[in-house]
């Protein structure tokens, strides 16, 4: 078979991959978002849950979450128990992301919006994730990238990914190393893209920040 024959059979599970990293972006940032302003608030019993739940996933590899989710937990789908399992895994990480990111707020900055009347929550919306949001995006887009990689483990519970097709053409051809020479420049590629344009969103953030800055000086 040839190079190009190799490179067509194997992207067209890249659908898959395309399909799940969005989804899986969307729910851990709410997932993150959600447990870091929890965990930061540090209600005692809440917090220690949060940090079970860090502390757990820190220790078990991502596959083991995707087979014991297959196997115990009926979601519908593959591609629903893959997308669950991945949003578990990063979810934690995300929420230590977010957690540190409000911890290098000025603690200044509550009190402050507590004497305006503001509640929590609206302080939390208003003053400081618009703070942590330009020093998170480079850890978080490291975090994504890691998403991607992640998604080559999917094929375990029956998602026709990149890795699937990879599998049924190296059982025809028993060319190990130019498929898996394919697989690794079609990661490369779609992690270079994530991390352009989360460079691209930085400096936007950056700017728009600064030129916030520059208008309040001028005031």
Known sequence: MHLHEMVVYITRGIGITFKLVPCVIVSTLIVGMILGILRFKN???ISQIIDLYVTAIRGIPPLVILMALYFTVKLGSSFMTAFVALTIYH???VTEIVRGGLEAVPKGQMDAGKSLGLGYMRIMASVYIPQIMLQI????????IL?????????????QDIMWNAKELIAVTYDPIRVYFIIGVLYFV???IIDLI???VEKSVSGRYQAQLAEKGAQ
């Open 147 to 159: 998403v991607v990689k992640d998604t080559t483990l999917v094929s375990v519970v029956g998602l």
């Open 137 to 144: 995006i480079p850890t978080l887009c490291g975090q994504y």
């Open 198 to 200: 989360a460079s691209r």
């Open 190 to 192: 779609v992690c270079f």
């Open 91 to 93: 979810g934690a990480y």
């Open 43 to 45: 209600i005692k019993v």
